[in-house]
């Protein structure tokens, strides 16, 4: 393992090889980068180690050629793994809360704009007549700011270079697939618990017109709701690293889909879980006369990132801070 100091002077690490490599291909890192080696307290020159010369060597190769067949490819989901996987919840808030320890403060300044925005719609939203372009705004972007928040925090958890722009990098990476994923999504639960809404309608209706309030207007309302619950709940979790799949795969928005379905089924209840610990950390959080969601929120986006990483990736995540 390796420890390199920074372009801002600052020390970063320790990483392995194969993490300088990528620093290198994406322009962080270069032969003249200081690097202390493993059981060593000197620092040296990226290009001085033998084992990592090959590294300082290295072409940068062409993006655009590079990327094209690997995104034409994964757009569809057709060479994407079908591999089975282990999902533990308790290693996902484990390894969240050591990154959420090291990286506090970029963690909190990007979760805390992503919070920022939504606040923001909602309250322009409240404006009468004007609010409701607000509205409609906050729900056509909403795939583009979640996004966003899951593209800075998959950087932060593989240990990347990551700044508060990334948070706006759904409007860069994949935009139309973005707003169409999260509509699309709307619209399906929608239509799944519509059966049960309009049970639930009928038992309403019943107590407005007759004023029933018997046993009938009690199964109604109940059966209703469970009716349009459990599927809102079944397909949310499935498609519940839809969006990310979008802007960290390149995937269209329906493929994205059908492979977070596909991938979360394996193991649907741990996968719910997971958004129930992260749902009692944001409450915990609440509790704290509110200030706690501030520490609370970081972490649980964190652990969902953690999640991600351990289905679609079949790996870890870094706890390093990067340059």
């Known amino acids: 393992m390796y420890?390199?100091?920074g372009g801002d002077k600052k020390e970063y690490?320790?990483?392995?090889?194969?993490?300088?490599?990528?620093w290198f291909t994406e322009g962080r890192v270069n032969g003249q980068t200081l690097v202390q080696g493993p059981n060593s307290t000197e620092w040296r020159p990226l290009e001085t180690f033998p084992e990592l010369a090959p590294i300082a060597t290295e072409a940068v190769p062409p993006v655009a050629p590079a990327m094209a067949p690997a995104t034409a490819t994964a757009s569809t989901g057709a060479s994407l793994p079908d591999n089975d996987y282990d999902l533990d919840i308790g290693g996902c808030?484990?390894?969240a809360w050591d990154i959420w320890k090291r990286n506090f403060g970029l963690l909190l300044s990007g979760v805390l704009v992503f919070m920022l925005v939504q606040l923001g719609l909602g309250l322009l939203g409240q404006i009468p007549i004007l609010g409701l372009?607000?509205?409609a705004a906050s729900i056509i972007l909403g795939g583009v700011f979640m996004g966003g928040l899951y593209y800075f925090l998959l950087r932060v958890v593989r240990g990347e270079l990551a700044d508060i722009g990334d948070i706006f990098a759904g409007f860069r990476i994949n935009v139309g697939h973005l707003i169409l994923v999260n509509l699309v999504e709307i619209l399906l639960i929608a239509v799944a618990a519509l059966p049960g809404l309009l049970i639930a309608g009928v038992g309403i209706f019943m107590k407005l017109k007759w004023h029933e309030t018997g046993p009938v207007f009690v199964v109604l309302v109940v059966l209703g709701g469970l009716v349009a619950l459990i599927p809102t709940i079944y397909l949310r979790v499935c498609w519940l690293y839809a969006v990310p799949l979008v802007i960290d795969k390149g995937m269209d928005f329906w493929p994205a889909l059908g492979y977070s379905r596909q991938m979360v089924s394996k193991h649907w209840w741990p996968v719910f879980g997971l958004l129930i610990v992260t749902s009692l950390i944001n409450i915990a959080g609440l509790l704290l006369c509110c200030i706690g969601i501030f520490a609370s929120t970081p972490l649980a986006f964190a652990a969902l990132a953690c999640g991600y990483e351990r289905i679609f990736n079949g790996r870890t995540a870094s706890t390093t801070v990067t340059p």
């Open 3 to 5: 420890k390199i100091i």
């Open 13 to 22: 690490g320790p990483v392995d090889a194969q993490q300088l490599r990528r």
């Open 93 to 95: 808030v484990s390894t």
């Open 133 to 135: 372009i607000f509205t």
